[in-house]
T-cell receptor, first 109, second 113 residues
Framework: GQNIDQPTEMTATEGAIVQINCTYQ??????LFWYQQHAGEAPTFLSY??LDGLEEKGRFSSFLSRSKGYSYLLLKELQMKDSASYLC??????????WGAGTKLIIKP | DSGVTQTPKHLITATGQRVTLRCSPR?????VYWYQQSLDQGLQFLIQ???????AKGNILERFSAQQFPDLHSELNLSSLELGDSALYFC????????????FGDGTRLSIL
């Protein structure tokens, strides 16, 4: 079967750095997405990785290792508004998006 | 503003009833996706349409159906509603058939009493 694993919940301190991991086992791979979702709101696109390596976009970076079936989202200089759920999703061989259950990130002052 | 419009924003109804949720995709997008998200749960993919044709089907119950019209707007019909159908229903759109949903609507919150 297809499976995406993320931690259920993480806590971090304002101003710090946090890394949210995602491991996947899917039938084929055509890219990996990270989305941010505040409670009760729509998901918003953060990043897309299809090749190995690190993609940096401001305070957020996303890393992919296809051989390990692994990705992480790195958030720097955490702000209170970063409190949200972070969703990892993988595009399989049929170009279907397989979603993880999301990681709830709690930022403390 | 994602450009994806969903109506209504909120819907309250009773068990056994039928409702229709509407979605207008972002201008130029031909694919529409429907998702269900129950409280504190992940996104559950329901169905995708591309240019009027069903392209992919996920965990969509037989009581649910959808269609995409020639003007590319889509409707999700939910019938014989049960308490467990209470959820946020999101619509998303993208340009191509095999693109991924990058633009989400604000969702319709469905409450079954």
């Amino acid at each position: 079967g297809q499976n995406i694993d993320q931690p259920t919940e993480m806590t971090a301190t304002e101003g710090a750095i946090v890394q949210i991991n995602c491991t996947y086992q899917t039938s084929g791979f055509n890219g990996l997405f990270w989305y941010q979702q505040h409670a009760g709101e729509a998901p918003t696109f953060l990043s897309y990785n299809v090749l190995d390596g690190l993609e940096e976009k401001g305070r957020f970076s996303s890393f992919l290792s296809r051989s390990k079936g692994y990705s992480y989202l790195l958030l720097k200089e955490l702000q209170m508004k970063d409190s949200a759920s972070y969703l990892c999703a993988v595009v399989d061989s049929n170009y279907q998006l397989i979603w993880g259950a999301g990681t709830k990130l709690i930022i403390k002052p | 503003d994602s450009g994806v419009t969903q109506t209504p924003k909120h819907l309250i109804t009773a068990t056994g009833q039928r409702v229709t949720l509407r979605c207008s995709p972002r201008s130029g997008d031909l694919s529409v996706y429907w998702y269900q998200q129950s409280l504190d749960q992940g996104l559950q993919f329901l169905i995708q349409y591309y240019n009027g044709e069903e392209r992919a089907k996920g965990n969509i119950l037989e009581r649910f159906s959808a269609q995409q019209f020639p003007d590319l707007h889509s409707e999700l019909n939910l019938s014989s509603l049960e308490l467990g159908d209470s959820a946020l229903y999101f619509c998303a759109s993208s340009v191509g058939r095999e693109d991924q949903p990058q633009h989400f609507g604000d969702g319709t919150r469905l409450s079954i009493l």
